[in-house]
Nanobody, 126 residues
Framework: QVELVESGGGLVQAGGSLRLSCAAS????????MGWFRQAPGKEREFVAA????????YYTDSMKGRFIISRDNAKNTVYLRMNSLKPEDTAVYYC???????????????????WGQGTQVTVSS
């Protein structure tokens, strides 16, 4: 059963913006911390951002802080990633993930997440 479905990826020029969405069908969504990760060709999957179940706390990789904004709408079972000032090095497949009752800096770790989406491609041209 597919629990997480990402959308919103595409091709954008450097300096542009995109908003990714992740629609969740998990019953536990209101208790799930949600994260975004990305994986570029030939590279490890890396942490981008995370948000606690209530939305009160967010976490970012330093290199993306200030450019990317994670948010969630629990009424819509959806988490978002707003990406601004995009750079060619942001090109990757972006994945959302869910961590039941996840919290804290542990959310930077892939192992904390128990469900993953299939990913959406983001390509930034120079």
């Amino acid at each position: 059963q597919v629990e997480l479905v990402e959308s919103g990826g595409g091709l954008v020029q450097a300096g542009g913006s995109l908003r990714l969405s992740c629609a969740a069908s998990r019953r536990t969504f209101n208790d799930d911390a949600m994260g975004w990760f990305r994986q570029a060709p030939g590279k490890e999957r890396e942490f981008v951002a995370a948000i606690t179940s209530s939305g009160s706390t967010t976490y970012y990789t330093d290199s993306m802080k200030g450019r990317f904004i994670i948010s969630r709408d629990n009424a819509k079972n959806t988490v978002y990633l707003r990406m601004n000032s995009l750079k060619p090095e942001d090109t990757a497949v972006y994945y959302c993930a869910a961590a039941f009752r996840g919290y804290g800096l542990r959310l930077h770790n892939r192992g904390e997440y128990d469900s993953w989406g299939q990913g959406t491609q983001v390509t930034v041209s120079s």
